[in-house]
């Protein structure tokens, strides 16, 4: 049985940090890639950022690049996200997800919640002005 249960979120002013993570079991022998996708209120669940199963390549969204940081430890079976820097706008329920590919071709992975198929049961992130 897959489990992803994500943990780190919490209230924290603008131009703070927090780090998100994200404790995977179930998943061997397959090695997925690993994402983190929000949804703020009214709105897309939207993808935030990708670590591929090797951890060597890696994707952001531009409203979060240079301020956040994806990374996995294969050894502790989890997932990272640090978060720097953070905005109002960065308010929202983050989700870590495994992907139904390993890596991916050209400069983006699939983006549509549809091309991951386990998703742990989210983690608040609010960020006060």
């Known amino acids: 049985q897959v489990q992803l249960v994500e943990s780190g979120g919490g209230l924290v002013q603008a131009g703070g940090s927090l780090r998100l993570s994200c404790a995977t079991s179930?998943?061997?022998?397959?090695?997925?890639?690993m994402a983190w996708f929000r949804q703020a209120p009214g709105k897309e669940r939207d993808i935030v950022s990708v670590?591929?199963?090797?951890?060597?390549?890696?994707y952001y969204v531009d409203s979060v690049k240079g301020r956040f940081t994806i990374s996995r430890d294969s050894a502790k079976n989890t997932v990272y996200l640090q978060m720097n820097s953070l905005k109002p706008e960065d308010t929202a329920v983050y989700y870590c997800?495994?992907?139904?590919?390993?890596?991916?071709?050209?400069?983006?992975?699939?983006?549509?919640?549809?091309?991951?198929?386990?998703w742990g049961q989210g983690t608040q992130v609010t960020v006060s002005s």
């Open positions: 997800v495994a992907g139904k590919f390993g890596s991916w071709h050209g400069s983006s992975p699939p983006k549509s919640p549809l091309d991951y198929d386990y």
């Open positions: 179930g998943l061997a022998p397959s090695m997925p890639a």
């Open positions: 670590v591929s199963y090797s951890g060597r390549r890696t």
